[in-house]
């Protein structure tokens, strides 16, 4: 089990990254190998875990012992949990079930739960928020997997966590310079992609932060540029074709957008052309 400070409150924190399970894996990884991807976090000065995705870094050893070295090497790493999301949304717990609502969008079995046993008629008639932020996790609807170590791994939890604190943030703390997850699961881009969209008519005069992304790729591209990896060996690190969402300057200094299935020698081009910037 990892020893991890618990926090309540954001503080003056302005450059904040959100880490889920499948960037700790990688860095885990990389870790392995004898590279030190950890370095790309010292941009930070706030590196947030929340409970139910620290909940899943535990049933791996390796995962908890390697989280557990950053914290010991002074990196800005705490976990925060659900229950204390409303304190970061000001006691508003009506916007924050907007914000539950939009994060599990695409998640018809937990919007079905959500309508089903916390909605009311009346808002003012809802139990405390603390009370059923529990309660949905427990009841988790969507059936799980029984772990090698008695857990049952709650599917989409993680994602839907991450998403919910990422707007969270956005919509309430516009001092923020940097908000960025670290994820390699689709799920968690498409959840909050699609709870921003839908957030806009419920916090219609006020401006989100901007929130941005790292996945696997976007931190070997980074490593490669800073010298951590040698370009020529990245396919020690990178194995498969990837689906990768990523901005080109053209020669006319116009930007697009590509998303394609990326091989590791497309790959080499796209991290040695400086005009190009991974997005996902």
């Known amino acids: 089990m990892i020893e991890i400070n618990k926090i309540t ?3 003056d924190k302005r450059h904040i990254a959100l880490l889920d399970t499948t960037s700790i894996s990688f860095m885990q990884g990389l870790s392995v190998k004898g590279l030190q991807p950890e370095v790309i976090l010292k941009d930070y000065d706030l590196v947030l875990i929340p409970e139910w995705v620290l ?3 535990n049933d791996a050893p390796g995962r908890a012992d390697y989280v557990q070295k950053l914290i010991e090497q002074g990196y800005p790493i705490y976990c925060i949990e659900e229950g204390a999301y409303t304190d970061l949304a000001n006691g508003e717990e009506g916007n924050l079930y907007q914000i539950i609502l939009a994060s599990t969008s695409r998640l018809a079995r937990i919007r079905s739960y959500l309508r089903q046993y916390i909605e009311k008629a009346d808002p003012l008639d809802m ?3 603390k009370d059923w932020i529990k309660k949905l996790y427990d009841e988790w609807p969507i059936p799980g997997e029984t772990l090698s170590n008695g857990r049952i791994r709650k599917k989409n939890a993680g994602e839907v966590s991450i998403t919910i604190l990422a707007e969270i943030v956005s919509w309430y703390y ?4 940097a908000l960025t997850i670290y994820s390699q699961d ?6 909050q992609r699609k709870a921003e969209a839908d957030l806009r008519h419920v916090f219609a005069t006020r401006t989100p932060v901007p929130v941005s992304y790292k996945s696997n790729d ?3 591209c980074q490593l490669v540029r800073d010298g ?3 370009i020529d060996n990245l396919g020690d690190y990178r194995k498969d074709v990837r689906k990768i969402t990523y901005s080109k300057e053209q020669d006319d200094h116009s930007i697009i957008l590509v998303t394609a299935l990326v091989d590791n020698e497309l790959f080499a081009q796209l991290v040695l052309d400086k005009t190009v910037h991974i997005i996902f």
């Open 218 to 220: 976007a931190i070997l």
């Open 127 to 129: 139990d405390a928020y």
């Open 9 to 11: 409150e954001l503080d």
């Open 228 to 230: 951590e990896i040698n």
């Open 174 to 177: 516009p001092e923020t310079k």
């Open 55 to 57: 909940n899943e870094i």
């Open 186 to 191: 689709g799920d968690t881009y498409e959840f």
